[in-house]
């Protein structure tokens, strides 16, 4: 693939097929890759102590995403990561309402909200990012969920509605028009930040096996269906050049 010219490979992407164009064979389709340009950012999302086996909310073999990040990572050359950072006492844990318990749901002025147990407290060792993530590359940090009363999946708005975290201001102003979410969970915090990211017009692309899932009640499948029908597309790290 290295060989064949960057424009023929976004063709290849673009759905008509460098295949049918050309009369090329079919493995040319087949092996069509994306290229991150610098209009691209990766964006790695929560790969924290809290979320992997040993944190306080660990997703199963959440820590498998930290190698395929760690791969992809060199491809990019804009990264953003964020982190889950609550403040003790946090309107989205369970043990804040006397008589829940974690994973029931409860009313907040926003809506329903998922109780979760306490988990990735700021400045705790269990919200430090993962030890073996090996991200040099990357340029911001962003954390959220930091506002006592507001929970934050998405990286980029909170789930009030209307407090944004200021990523997208950040985004747009360096010219990013690309963004290839990856992270942890992929129902929970991936999803919502790659659906707002469609909202905000970025093309965006999630990298399905550099990401694991909390599947809550049919959250896994219910998240790739409405990323689905918000145009976010569904690859894998090997689609990546
Ligand atoms: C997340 C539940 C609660 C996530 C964060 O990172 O997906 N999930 N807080
Ligand atoms: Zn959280």
Not at 45 to 67: A, I, R, S, W, Y
Not at 82 to 105: L, M, N, R
Request: charged share 20%; proline share 5%; aromatic share 8%.
């Amino acid at each position: 693939m290295q060989a064949l010219p960057r424009r023929t490979l976004l063709k290849a992407l673009s759905g008509v097929g460098v295949a049918a164009a050309t009369g090329a064979s079919w493995r040319v389709f087949a092996a069509a890759k994306i290229t991150p340009d610098a209009k691209s950012a990766l964006i790695v999302v929560d790969v924290q102590n809290c979320f992997v086996p040993g944190g306080t909310l660990p997703v199963n073999k959440g820590d498998e995403v930290v190698p395929i990040i760690n791969r992809l990572a060199p491809a990019f050359e804009n990264i953003v990561v964020t982190q889950d950072w609550h403040t003790p006492g946090h309107a989205s844990f369970a043990s804040t309402y006397p008589g829940k318990k974690p994973f029931e749901t409860t009313k907040l002025a926003y809506g329903d909200q998922v109780l979760w147990p306490d988990h990735c407290v700021l400045g705790t060792a269990d919200a430090a990012l993962h030890k073996d993530l090996v991200l040099p590359g990357a340029q911001l940090i962003i954390r959220k969920g930091h506002h006592k009363n507001v929970d934050s999946y998405s990286a980029f708005m909170e789930a009030d509605g209307k407090t944004p975290t200021g990523l997208v201001g950040y985004l747009k102003e360096r010219g990013i028009k690309r963004v290839f979410v990856t992270g942890l969970a992929t129902d929970f915090c991936v999803s919502y930040t790659a659906v707002d990211a469609r909202k905000a017009g970025f093309e965006v692309y999630v990298i399905e096996d550099a990401t694991r899932a909390i599947d809550l009640n049919g959250s896994l499948a219910a998240a790739w269906k409405l990323m689905q029908a918000k145009g976010v597309k569904r690859i894998q790290s090997a689609d990546i050049a």
